[in-house]
């Protein structure tokens, strides 16, 4: 009866052991996904009511042949292979860009090797780049990602699109009209037309960057800079 009882609660905590480790496991994953707010009463002046628009990001980095979970202002060296990984907290249309240092931009998505559907869904994980990974080469510096989010397709970026894939990705910042938006987004966050907040939890590695406005179709500017030591 002794061995019965001793082998019971062996049993017992393995069960616990793997629960447990299978939890910690997914538990970044889900901690990428907004909460639903449950419905209540409408209130007075609920037009007035600013609308929040959110991400959710964290770096899927590869060092070593080891994988983690960092915020985008974790320190690179070379030879790191990252992913952005990225969930939105409405349905919207998305747009990934890199700056270089002669302030031309690069499109990532919607791209014809990643994909032309850049439609994404609220609560559903994506990743930058599609397939694969960024990779950082020996050359020290500061990588400048954009994410722009809008409920409706930007017309200015629809065409930059097309105009990177026939110059293999290129664009310039005046045929894209990428400076001349992102300034009014700026004049308008200083005006508190726009409240833009951000906050990070270093020990899920997740980044959330939200905008509050009470105009749904202003698009939403999100800078990244990926520093490499």
Do not use: M
């Given at each position: 009866m002794k061995h019965y009882?001793?082998?019971?609660?062996?049993?017992?905590?393995?069960?616990?052991?793997?629960?447990?480790?299978?939890?910690?496991?997914g538990?970044?994953?889900?901690?990428?996904?907004?909460?639903?707010?449950?419905?209540?009463?409408?209130?007075?002046?609920?037009?007035d009511k600013p609308a929040v628009v959110a991400v959710k990001t964290s770096i899927e980095l590869t060092r070593d042949g080891k994988k983690s979970t960092v915020l985008p202002d974790q320190e690179f060296k070379s030879g790191d292979k990252?992913?952005?990984?990225?969930?939105?907290?409405?349905d919207a249309y998305v747009y990934w860009l890199s700056q270089g240092t002669s302030g031309d931009y690069s499109m990532?998505?919607?791209?014809?090797?990643?994909g032309t559907d850049n439609?994404?869904?609220?609560?559903?994980?994506?990743?930058?780049?599609?397939?694969?990974?960024?990779?950082?080469d020996e050359k020290p510096g500061v990588e400048k990602i954009l994410l722009v989010l809008s409920s409706e397709k930007i017309s200015?970026?629809?065409?930059?699109?097309?105009?990177?894939?026939?110059?293999?990705?290129?664009i310039t910042a005046e045929a894209a009209s990428v400076d001349n938006v992102t300034k009014k987004t700026e004049s308008k966050r200083?005006?508190?037309?726009?409240?833009?907040?951000?906050?990070e939890d270093e020990e899920?590695?997740?980044?959330?960057?939200?905008?509050?406005?009470?105009?749904?179709?202003?698009?939403?500017?999100?800078?990244?800079?990926?520093?490499?030591?």
């Open positions: 009882l001793t082998f019971f609660f062996a049993i017992c905590l393995l069960s616990v052991f793997l629960v447990v480790n299978t939890t910690d496991a538990r970044k994953t889900r901690d990428l996904v907004f909460e639903e707010e449950e419905e209540s009463a409408p209130v007075k002046k609920q037009a990252v992913k952005f990984i990225y969930t939105t907290n409405i990532l998505f919607p791209s014809p090797k990643t439609l994404v869904k609220k609560n559903e994980i994506y990743t930058i780049p599609v397939k694969g990974n960024f990779k950082f200015e970026l629809e065409e930059a699109a097309k105009e990177a894939a026939a110059k293999n990705g290129k200083k005006t508190r037309d726009l409240v833009f907040e951000e906050e899920a590695g997740i980044q959330t960057s939200s905008q509050a406005a009470k105009d749904t179709k202003q698009p939403f500017y999100v800078y990244y800079e990926l520093v490499h030591k």
